[in-house]
């Protein structure tokens, strides 16, 4: 069974473009070699990775029959496998995996979620009002502050505490060493905790750290049950499996990690794009403006997140620089076939988001931000994939769209902003995801109402 073409440069060689210029690298494959195409990264035992963009190969890898793919344990690197924990949504596979989505999802959907619309707009308001007139201020990180803090009080409830404002820190620290491609590299390549001063033995004391407080969280928890607290812990801790089995503390610690993380680090990452998009075209600011405008000076959050163009605005976000460049491997346990092609057991099937939001047949011009697009026509499943798809289909999606569109809103109406720097911004990589570089800097130039000063922030 011959796979598609691809480059023809040593594994490590490929390895070292897919993580250094990641999307240059997609964009110049797929010219010289269609779609799909195949890549071989790694140094000790490379990878082979097909990587798919079009909606026909996509609509087929997300509805196969369950328990064809396994997309978790079998092609989890060992940061995934460090961070997480094997006990952890991303890393489950089959019938348990289900169970979990069908635990986890409900929390971040409908009444559940919107309980947390006024927690959203407060601690973006409490941002805000830390920022000076004249003052630049790094994009990511402020929108990171707002997301964490949402996850964290979504995950554990409302108490503040040295607890919560450890953990927030330590949180925040972990993303960060993660965050750059040098270290991300070194962990592909050296795997192994080698000791303290090894990348692997830095993250791990990183992670140790976090998992102090967690056990400790969970200990206090079991030993003074709050049988009113309706926070993610406590759903989790209620839960009960067929046998009337609770998880124990590995599982609920590899649950908390993977919603703290997944959770916010990828809503922080879009909307300090939409900022960016917004402030760079003049004619998106101020069509958004006027649509916020409409609403009176305190809108309902549920009016927020119905305006059309806000919508529109968060989607084309999603779109043109996608925070996750593709969606997990799709890995047969048996040979199947895609498309025209038949794939052996164990090939590493890859839903490129990337590429996938560049096809012009879907989105005309593709290079330029036209939110308009989607107010024109409806994408299908298969065409717009920020968030993946099928089975293993992000369980944020609409938490994660409420958020942005909240905190869009509340930023927007309360300053008035401009880019540091007008020069166009290309992506760059942060660990696993598509990010704006670290240095997109934003500048309060008016208040377009006064602060109030909220929550202490962490
Ligand atoms: C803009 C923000 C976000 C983006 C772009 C995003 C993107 C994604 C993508 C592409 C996947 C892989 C899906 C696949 O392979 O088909 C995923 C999975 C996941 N996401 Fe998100 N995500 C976001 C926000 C969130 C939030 C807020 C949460 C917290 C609840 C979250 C939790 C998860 C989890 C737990 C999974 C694993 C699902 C599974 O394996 O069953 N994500 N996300």
């Not at 830390?130 to 409302?158: C, D, H, Y």
């Not at 794009?273 to 403006?289: D, K």
């Not at 305190?298 to 925070?323: K, M, N, Q, W």
Request: glycine content about 8%; charged content about 25%; proline content about 9%.
């Amino acid at each position: 069974m011959s796979l598609p073409a691809g480059p023809a440069s040593p594994p490590p060689l490929q390895l070292l473009q897919w993580i250094g210029r990641p999307t240059d690298y997609l964009e110049r494959t797929a010219r010289r070699y269609g779609d799909p195409f195949t890549m071989r990264l790694g140094l000790h035992s490379p990878v082979t990775g097909v990587f798919f963009s079009s909606p026909e190969a996509f609509q087929q890898l997300f509805n196969t029959e369950p328990g064809l793919f396994d997309s978790g344990g079998a092609n989890a690197s060992s940061t995934f496998n460090l961070l997480f924990g094997t006990n952890s949504l991303i890393l489950l596979d089959g019938e348990r995996h289900q169970q979990q989505r069908r635990l986890l999802t409900p929390p971040f959907h409908g009444e559940r979620m919107r309980s947390y619309g006024e927690l959203i707009r407060t601690l973006a308001e409490q941002v805000t009002a830390r920022w000076n007139l004249g003052t630049p201020f790094q994009a990511r990180r402020s929108m990171q502050r707002i997301s964490l803090g949402v996850i964290l009080k979504a995950v554990f409830g409302l108490h503040d505490g040295t607890r919560y404002l450890r953990v927030c820190r330590l949180l925040g620290n972990l993303i960060d060493a993660s965050a750059s491609p040098l270290l991300f590299g070194l962990r592909l390549i050296f795997p192994q905790d080698a000791g303290p001063m090894s990348p692997m033995g830095q993250l791990k004391a990183q992670i140790d750290a976090i998992d102090e407080l967690l056990y400790a969280e969970i200990r206090e928890r079991r030993e003074r049950p709050d049988p009113r607290a309706d926070d993610i812990l406590s759903l989790l801790m209620a839960a009960r499996d067929e046998a009337g089995q609770g998880m124990g503390d590995v599982e609920l610690r590899d649950e908390l990690m993977t919603l703290l993380v997944a959770g916010h680090e990828t809503t922080a990452t879009a909307m300090a794009w939409a900022l960016y998009w917004i402030h760079r075209l003049p004619q998106v600011r101020e069509r958004l403006l006027a649509e916020l405008d409409s609403l009176g000076s305190d809108p309902d959050p549920e009016a927020i997140a119905r305006l059309p163009y806000l919508g529109a605005v968060c989607s084309e976000t999603l779109r043109i620089y996608p925070v996750a460049m593709v969606a997990f491997a799709r890995v047969p346990r048996r040979p199947v076939r895609i498309l025209d092609r038949e794939y052996p057991a164990g090939t590493f099937l890859i839903p490129n988001i990337y590429l996938a939001h560049r096809r012009p047949e879907a989105y005309p011009d593709p290079e330029r931000f036209r939110p308009e697009r989607f107010l024109e026509r409806t994408f299908s499943p298969y065409e717009f994939v920020p968030f993946g798809g099928g089975s293993r289909r992000c369980i944020g999606v609409a938490f994660a769209l409420y958020e942005m569109k909240l905190v869009l809103a509340t930023v927007l109406s309360r300053v008035e902003l401009r880019l540091a720097d007008p020069r166009p911004r290309l992506p760059v990589r942060r660990g696993l995801t598509l990010a704006p570089p670290e240095d997109l800097h934003l500048i309060p130039t008016a208040l377009r109402s006064g602060h109030r000063d909220l929550l202490p922030a962490c």
